[in-house]
């Protein structure tokens, strides 16, 4: 169930995706703790538009995993090994990687 933010994020997400024309780059995606458990991969690699920001890539990530959205308020990103913000637009082969914060004793 999607709460206020969520759909919100989720209608400009398929309002860019008809105004973009095509994925024309290729970047790789690292996952760690549960988004690791959730997604089942450690890595993969997706085609995206030129111009999507890190908050699209979760999104359309947590389409295929709805599962994703439910940490998305505690989700990191970093591009290269560099922390950025959800609105910083990836190059072609750039390495995302989502972390969540991890707890333990």
Same mark, same amino acid.
Not at 21 to 33: A, L, R
Not at 50 to 61: A, C, H, N, R, Y
């Given at each position: 169930?999607?709460?206020?933010?969520? /759909?919100?994020?989720?209608?400009?997400?398929?309002? =860019?995706?008809?105004?973009?024309?095509?994925?024309?780059?290729?970047?790789?995606?690292?996952?760690?703790?549960?988004?690791?458990?959730?997604?089942?991969?450690?890595?993969?690699?997706?085609?995206?538009? $030129?111009? =999507?920001? /890190?908050?699209?890539?979760? /999104?359309?990530?947590?389409?295929?995993?709805? $599962?994703?959205?439910?940490?998305?308020?505690?989700?990191?990103?970093?591009?290269?090994?560099?922390? $950025?913000?959800? =609105?910083?637009?990836?190059?072609?082969? =750039?390495?995302?990687?989502?972390?969540?914060?991890?707890?333990?004793?």
């Amino acid at each position: 169930m999607f709460d206020a933010g969520s /759909l919100h994020r989720y209608i400009n997400f398929q309002f =860019d995706c008809l105004m973009k024309p095509n994925m024309n780059q290729t970047i790789s995606i690292k996952y760690f703790s549960i988004l690791s458990e959730i997604t089942g991969k450690r890595q993969e690699k997706l085609s995206i538009h $030129e111009g =999507d920001t /890190l908050e699209d890539i979760l /999104l359309s990530i947590s389409k295929r995993f709805p $599962e994703i959205e439910k940490y998305h308020p505690h989700v990191r990103a970093a591009v290269n090994q560099n922390y $950025e913000e959800f =609105d910083f637009k990836p190059k072609n082969n =750039d390495e995302i990687v989502f972390i969540t914060p991890v707890s333990g004793g």
